[in-house]
């Protein structure tokens, strides 16, 4: 458009979904057009929404010093609104309330538009505290995220001088990952674009996998209608996966009813069929992978760091997490706790907050006495009182206080203590820059000094994370260059996503969930847990469930298109949910796997189907000595079982073991073989070893034998 066409770069707004897509979006226009990048609007949509609300949203009473509540700090303002109402949170959970209200503000529902379709306790609940909830931001001065995108349409709306400034500075809008729109992100877009309609969308109905966030897939199958002159072209080249990974994912995809037709394809080599493995228990699937990755790593086929086990529910991770440690195999589960979550960075950042905005109650509340300074439980009881019938915020009322005398003398020490440290504070913040006001408000506080202090092991490292900070705050300067101040830095912390959280990958096995794996690529991925009631989740399966069913499927596509050179899927016959054993049959969507695709591994499928190994019956081996047939299945679940107990040596890593030296590279669990003493076997297990690996075959009259690839002489059948 720039180079080819002669757009102005000014003339463009870009808009994706995360922090990490948006930095990596300007990145690359940078390096195609080089100073000029920085005229482009690039960023996300709450990115966008803050810029326009700070420039023209005191015409709908939005100051520019909003504070942006995160979602910790919203589900806080919701808890303390539950109290306030008397609703018992056993019954009516915080987060479910939260996300009641975050879907009404994702279809531009106000407090008096908000009317539930049923009249369950949860909607009862989420009336009322939608009421008090939006008082509380208004006293705070403060909105959430999904008040940034509501605000905004509002404004856009309600002020047509505005709207028509807006469409005119930007005729020329882009948007990746529009299937991820809700009807308020729509509805801007809409606004933004006006008659003139030049909007460019990427997306993909197949990767919608948000809806419970309130994304929307209809508005991506609806754009022609939404947008009669649209053209559409399909993009189904794949430059990731192997030809046999996207045949199977074509197949998945297809079997759902709603959907823009397309067919990925590749120009890559057609890769090794995908693996249905079948286990036991969760235990024997842990241990299945455990023992396919050490085995690819003995073999020098790939790193730590190249594996990916993918689940559907964040529980799912302890299993893999145990089988993995006794393994001696390192990994990492993605999307754990990130720097910025942690309790002492988040008290940090509430004082950066207050130093920004004092009405910020909420954030005040949390560092009033931390560390502790004499404002316990019954001043702050006083303050809130005085706040409430003031109407005034929480630090309004710590200043208005000090006129009380007959408060106790030491809370009138206390409270002026705090007021002066905060005044202090705030003065300073308009005089140096970020990283030096960051490293003088922990020292003025106590706050490192306090941690430091301390005997615990942990508050040692806290103290770290706290001094980190710091650093965090110069290095954020160093990148935006001189003049950045303390608004700039709260909006950078405040609208970083879940998503975001998956830093880069190091030489680890990497545990996530299908959600967090969108947009990441891995050469081996596990999807793990292919079971009715966990995929498709038992959530989705209500009495009308195809929209959410076809979401789930949507989420298998997504997990199976992740990986690069192999893909293996698992069930387990049983599984541990719940505090108890369950009997779950095998998802649904597995039956649509090409057949020509797939190979099986480990139990026979109920009802008739494939047997171990895939082995023909007339093959299956039989013990000679009594004459019964070996029960391979018992056999390998047995093995596994007792391999998990025994303590495992730690597998090498693959710098340190040549691929040449591997004597078992060839061989993979179930194939049939020769050996020149025993005759013909099925391998049941291959269990890698500092220089070897010991391969455990059953053959027909002879039983079970361990033996030493480097001397076992087999031949493939």
Not at 451 to 456: C, D, E, H, P
Not at 574 to 594: A, C, H, T, W, Y
Request: glycine letters at 6%; a negative charge; charged letters at 25%.
């Amino acid at each position: 458009m720039i180079q080819e066409c002669g757009v102005a770069p000014s003339q463009i707004l870009a808009v994706t979904f995360t922090n990490k897509a948006a930095n990596e979006l300007k990145e690359r226009i940078r390096l195609l057009i080089g100073d000029q990048a920085q005229k482009v609007w690039a960023g996300t949509f709450h990115w966008f929404c803050v810029r326009l609300l700070r420039a023209e949203g005191q015409g709908i009473g939005v100051t520019p010093d909003f504070t942006i509540y995160d979602e910790s700090d919203s589900l806080t303002v919701v808890k303390h609104a539950l109290s306030a109402l008397n609703i018992d949170t056993e019954l009516t959970k915080p987060p479910a309330v939260l996300n009641e209200i975050s879907q009404a503000k994702n279809q531009l529902l106000t407090v008096s538009e908000y009317r539930a379709h049923r009249n369950s306790p949860l909607e009862q609940a989420a009336r009322q505290v939608y009421r008090v909830y939006q008082d509380q931001l208004r006293q705070n001065n403060a909105l959430d995220f999904d008040d940034l995108l509501m605000v905004a349409v509002q404004l856009l709306d309600e002020h047509p001088e505005v709207r028509r400034k807006y469409q005119d500075r930007f005729p020329y809008l882009l948007v990746d990952e529009y299937q991820d729109i809700n009807f308020a992100q729509f509805r801007l877009l809409q606004l933004l674009a006006g008659e003139r309609s030049n909007l460019c969308v990427v997306g993909d109905d197949d990767q919608s996998i948000y809806g419970w966030r309130g994304a929307d897939v209809g508005l991506i199958l609806a754009f022609r209608e939404h947008f009669p002159q649209a053209q559409i072209f399909r993009l189904e080249r794949n430059y990731r996966s192997t030809q046999k990974i996207l045949d199977c994912a074509n197949a998945i995809i297809s079997e759902n009813p709603l959907r823009a037709p397309k067919k990925l394809w590749t120009e890559n080599e057609p890769g090794e069929n995908i693996v249905l493995y079948a286990a036991v228990n969760e235990e024997e699937e842990a241990e299945w992978m455990v023992d396919t990755v050490q085995r690819l790593v003995v073999c020098g086929d790939g790193n730590y760091g190249d594996f990916a086990v993918l689940y559907r529910i964040n529980a799912m991770s302890r299993v893999f997490e145990e089988a993995l440690m006794a393994a001696s195999v390192p990994y990492e589960v993605v999307g754990g706790m990130r720097f910025f979550d942690r309790a002492e960075i988040k008290d940090v950042v509430a004082y950066l907050q207050i130093l920004h905005n004092p009405s910020n109650s909420l954030a005040l509340r949390r560092i009033i006495n931390t560390p502790t300074r004499g404002i316990g439980d019954s001043a702050l009881s006083i303050l809130d009182r005085l706040a409430m019938t003031q109407e005034i915020s929480l630090f309004e009322a710590a200043r208005l206080a000090l006129q009380d005398e007959d408060l106790p003398a030491r809370m009138l020490h206390a409270f002026q203590a705090f007021v002066e440290l905060i005044d202090g504070l705030v003065r300073l913040a308009s005089e140096v820059d970020l990283p030096t006001l960051a490293r003088e408000m922990i020292r003025r506080t106590g706050y490192l000094a306090r941690l430091q202090a301390s005997a615990k092991a942990d508050d040692a490292r806290r103290a770290e994370n706290v001094q980190e900070f710091v650093s965090v705050a110069a290095r954020f300067v160093a990148r935006r260059g001189e003049g950045t101040g303390l608004l700039e830095f709260l909006e950078y912390l405040a609208l970083s996503a879940d998503i975001d959280k998956a830093e880069a990958l190091g030489e680890k096995v990497s545990l996530l969930t299908l959600h967090s794996a969108k947009g990441l690529e891995f050469p081996f991925v596990f999807l793990v847990g292919l079971e009715e009631n966990i995929l498709p989740h038992y959530r989705s399966l209500g009495e009308d469930d195809d929209t959410e069913v076809a979401e789930e499927r949507r989420l298998l596509y997504v997990g199976m298109t992740r990986a690069q050179r192999r893909l293996w899927l698992s069930r387990a016959q049983r599984r541990m949910q719940f505090g108890e054993v369950r009997q779950n049959d095998p998802s649904r969507f597995l039956k649509d796997l090409p057949k020509d695709c797939v190979v099986h591994r480990g139990r026979p499928a109920p009802g008739g189907g494939p047997r171990l190994m895939d082995v023909p019956d007339s093959e299956q081996p039989e013990m000679a000595m009594s004459g019964k047939p070996l029960d391979l299945p018992r056999m390998l679940s047995r093995a596994r079982l007792s391999g998990a107990a025994e303590k495992r040596k730690p597998a090498p890593r693959a710098a340190a073991q040549p691929a040449p030296a591997c004597p078992a590279c060839d061989f993979r669990e179930g194939e049939r073989i020769q050996h020149p003493k025993f005759g013909k076997g099925i391998i049941v297990q291959l269990t890698p070893q500092e220089d070897t690996t010991e391969i455990t075959v059953a053959f027909p009259g002879q039983g079970v034998k361990k033996l030493d690839a480097r001397y076992a002489k087999l031949e493939k059948l």
